[in-house]
C-alpha cells in the first residue's frame, strides 16, 4: 500500500511571522518619536501593526526590549553592515563619503531629531531611555566604524594610532553645526542639497589630512 505523505506544518519563522514582526518595528520606529517612551502603549504599537498585543509580546519581551530594538532596526536600514566592508580596489575617500552620507542622512531624519530631543529632556527616565538608545544605535554603528578602520590600517590605506578616537572625531565632525541646528528647531527645510554635499565633502577631507599614510623620509 502506498503511503501518502503528510503536508508538515511550518516552523517558526515562517514569513508570517517575519512580516509581523517587521510591521511590529515599523509602528514603534514611528510611535516612540511621536509620542515618547512613556506614551507609546504596547497596545497603541499592536493596533498600528494591525496585530494582537499577544503578538507584539510574543516578538519582543517587553516595551524596554522593543525600543532597543526599533532603534537598532532604524540605524541597519541606512547603515546595513555591508556599507563597512573595505574594498582594497576602491579608495578610503570614496567609501568614508558613503559611510558620511548614510550617517548624516540617519540622524537628520525627523524621527531620529524628535527622539534626540525627547533624550534630552535631563530626567531619570531619559537617562535610562539614553543609555538604552546608545547601546542600540550609535555604540553598534561606532563599533562597527572602528572594526572598519582597523581594516584600513591593516591594509596600509590610513594611518591611525587612536581608532576610537578617530571614529569619534568622524562622527563629532559629520554632526557639525547643520545637525545642531535642526536639533534647536530654527533651520528646517533651509538646507540645499549643495551644502550638504559640501559639508560631507570637507569632513572626508578633513578626516584624510589628519589620517592619510604620509611617505617614509629617507
Same mark, same amino acid.
Given at each position: 500500500m502506498m503511503m501518502i505523505p503528510v503536508p508538515r506544518a511550518p516552523g517558526p519563522g515562517r %514569513?508570517?511571522? *517575519?512580516e509581523k514582526r517587521a510591521a511590529i518595528l515599523c #509602528? #514603534?520606529?514611528? *510611535? @516612540? %518619536?511621536?509620542?515618547g @517612551?512613556?506614551?507609546?502603549?504596547? !497596545?497603541?504599537? #499592536?493596533? #498600528?501593526?494591525?496585530?494582537?498585543? $499577544?503578538?507584539?509580546y510574543s516578538h519582543f519581551k517587553d516595551k524596554e526590549t522593543l525600543f532597543s530594538e526599533a532603534v537598532r532596526a532604524s540605524c541597519l536600514q541606512l547603515m546595513p553592515p555591508e556599507l563597512f566592508?573595505? !574594498?582594497l580596489e576602491g579608495s578610503p575617500r570614496e567609501q568614508l563619503a558613503a559611510i558620511a552620507r548614510a550617517f548624516f542622512a540617519l540622524i537628520t531624519r525627523e524621527e531620529s531629531i524628535a527622539l534626540n530631543r525627547l533624550l534630552s529632556g535631563g530626567t531619570v527616565a531619559s537617562a535610562k531611555l539614553g543609555q538604552m538608545f546608545w547601546e542600540a544605535g550609535p555604540q553598534v554603528v561606532q563599533s562597527a566604524f572602528a572594526d572598519f578602520l582597523r581594516r584600513l590600517v591593516a591594509a596600509g590605506q590610513l594611518d591611525i594610532a587612536d581608532v576610537p578616537r578617530a571614529t569619534s572625531q568622524f562622527f563629532? $565632525? $559629520?554632526k557639525g553645526e547643520l545637525h545642531a541646528r535642526l536639533l534647536c528647531g530654527c533651520c528646517k527645510g533651509t538646507f540645499t542639497a549643495q551644502e550638504i554635499d559640501?559639508? $560631507?565633502?570637507?569632513?572626508?577631507d578633513m578626516f584624510l589630512r589628519a589620517y592619510a599614510v604620509r611617505p617614509q623620509r629617507a
Open positions: %514569513p508570517k511571522d *517575519l #509602528a #514603534a520606529k514611528r *510611535l @516612540f %518619536p511621536e509620542n @517612551f512613556e506614551g507609546t502603549s504596547m !497596545d497603541a504599537i #499592536a493596533a #498600528a501593526a494591525n496585530v494582537s498585543k $499577544l503578538t507584539v566592508e573595505i !574594498d563629532s $565632525l $559629520l559640501q559639508h $560631507l565633502a570637507a569632513t572626508v
